[in-house]
């Protein structure tokens, strides 16, 4: 259920949680430590976040700390693209940031039927990578679920995405119980696997780098995956067909069904 944004005590906790069982002092020796900020909502909503990304080296010693932040970019977040900006430029100007625009098709009409929220239009985040970036940076990002639904065309992002600024990130549509129920149907794995490389090489072929992302399948089995909170969401609705819920093992279908039952 939903209980509000976290604080970044809550984050700070949770980081605390994982990072604790291995270096109890705080100590992290890694080249790498990288943290997504995702599945706790849109973080561009939430303030609390830039707190934790500027303040994680006062309670970590983690010279390898890599901030992972995707967003949809919605209306009305300015100020907080724009302390982004700042924070980046100040601590994170080494290639040590990673920033995600789950974007999904290159039909920008499309894409608002899929995200039907007011949000930043593809020129609009076009023109903040652009100041976001610079050289030696990580690339930003876009981000692509392939479903049967919406086209993905490579050549129209030439129109407006600088290769030399934006990479592109392709994955398979996790099956939820929401997509279910919208008519969105993910392509089954097999087909994802053979799509996938033609289409990063189309990608390729356009001047853009193109990584192929492709998660476990016992996350799909479990409901874990980016994008599935499959229980609370048929909690929402309790005269849900339970046929949305494709990633489902039988198991957990049943225990969620007599769930479902309950007063």
């Given at each position: ?15 605390d ?48 700390f ?21 924070i ?9 940031f990673?920033l ?90 097999n087909?994802?696997i ?8 189309e ?47 039988e198991?957990i ?11």
């Amino acid at each position: 259920y939903y209980l509000g944004r976290i604080s970044k005590e809550g984050i700070f906790w949770q980081i605390d949680t994982m990072i604790s069982k291995y270096y109890p002092e705080g100590k992290i020796p890694v080249k790498q430590l990288k943290i997504q900020f995702a599945r706790m909502g849109e973080p561009a909503f939430n303030r609390n976040v830039l707190e934790v990304i500027n303040e994680f080296g006062f309670y970590f010693d983690a010279p390898g700390f890599m901030p992972s932040l995707s967003t949809i970019a919605p209306h009305g977040t300015d100020r907080f693209f724009e302390d982004l900006l700042r924070i980046k430029s100040e601590k994170f100007n080494t290639g040590n940031f990673q920033l995600q625009f789950s974007i999904h098709t290159t039909d920008e009409e499309r894409r608002n039927e899929l995200i039907p929220v007011r949000k930043w239009s593809f020129k609009k985040i076009a023109e903040y990578g652009k100041k976001f970036y610079i050289k030696g940076d990580r690339k930003i990002t876009l981000s692509f679920a392939l479903s049967h639904e919406y086209p993905i065309e490579p050549v129209k992002l030439l129109e407006i995405f600088d290769p030399s600024v934006f990479l592109i990130k392709l994955t398979p549509l996790n099956p939820t119980y929401k997509a279910g129920k919208t008519g969105i149907v993910s392509l089954p794995q097999n087909d994802s696997i053979e799509k996938l490389p033609a289409l990063a090489s189309e990608f390729k072929d356009a001047g853009y780098d193109a990584i192929i992302s492709i998660g476990e399948p016992e996350e799909n089995l479990i409901g874990s995956n980016c994008g599935q909170n499959l229980l609370a969401e048929a909690l929402e609705d309790r005269e849900s067909d339970m046929k949305y819920s494709t990633g489902l093992s039988e198991e957990i279908r049943t225990k969620i069904t007599n769930r479902l039952k309950k007063p």
